[in-house]
Structure formats: C-alpha cells, structure tokens
Nanobody, 123 residues
C-alpha cells in the first residue's frame, strides 16, 4: 500500500521560507516521477514542481527561482524548499507520485496523493 505523508507546512510572513517534506512508503521514488501540487482558496489544483527518476526537474513559472524540488532516494523522501514566499503562495500543498519516469506537472499523470499540508503566507 502506497502512502505519502507531507509535513513542514505552517504560517510565515512574506519573504520567509519553509521546507516541505513528503515521506513515501510502498513506492520506489528512484524509479518514477514525483511532484508537488497546490490548491489555493477558490482555485484549481496546479503543479508546482516535479522531479523524474533521474533527478531532472520541472518548475512552474510562478515559483521558478524561489522554489526548489529535490528528493532523497535513500530516505524515500521528497522535499520542496520554498524561499521568498508571497501571499499568493498560500495554499494546501500536496505531494504526489506517478507511475511514469518522465517529469510532469499535470495532475492527471499522478496516481497517489498525500493528504496535504497547509502553507499560509501573510503580508
């Protein structure tokens, strides 16, 4: 049974930083693409960043230069380092896992999802 558990969310002022973690069990993160998605109030879920089996990444334009995705295959853990946070980054952040190798920011490519961790950025 695949389980994804996010942690690291919280409240921070604009300009601050947070690091999200996603611990995965029942799934080999080194073989497949994993990603971070977010859904803000009244908005659709959007892809934030993803990393493929080899470590190649893709990042949404809205967070490029501020957010960095990485993974530790030995620990089966996915990370999202978020710097220079803005109020518009406020959202529930979800970790997701796919059964495809190539990187993708499309939510329809992902099969397993965590419960989410809330990030709130105040101005």
């Amino acid at each position: 049974q695949v389980q994804l558990v996010e942690s690291g969310g919280g409240s921070v002022q604009a300009g601050g930083s947070l690091r999200l973690s996603c611990t995965v069990s029942g799934y080999t993160s080194s073989r497949y693409c994993m990603g971070w998605f977010r859904q803000g109030p009244g908005k659709e879920r959007e892809g934030v960043a993803a990393v493929d089996g080899d470590g190649s990444t893709s990042t949404a334009e809205s967070v490029k230069g501020r957010f960095t995705i990485s993974k530790d295959n030995a620990k089966n853990t996915l990370y999202l380092q978020m710097n220079s946070l803005k109020p518009e980054d406020t959202a529930m952040y979800y970790c997701a896992a796919a059964f495809r190798f190539a990187v993708s920011l499309r939510s329809s490519d992902y099969i397993y999802w965590g419960q989410g961790t809330q990030v709130t950025v105040s101005s």
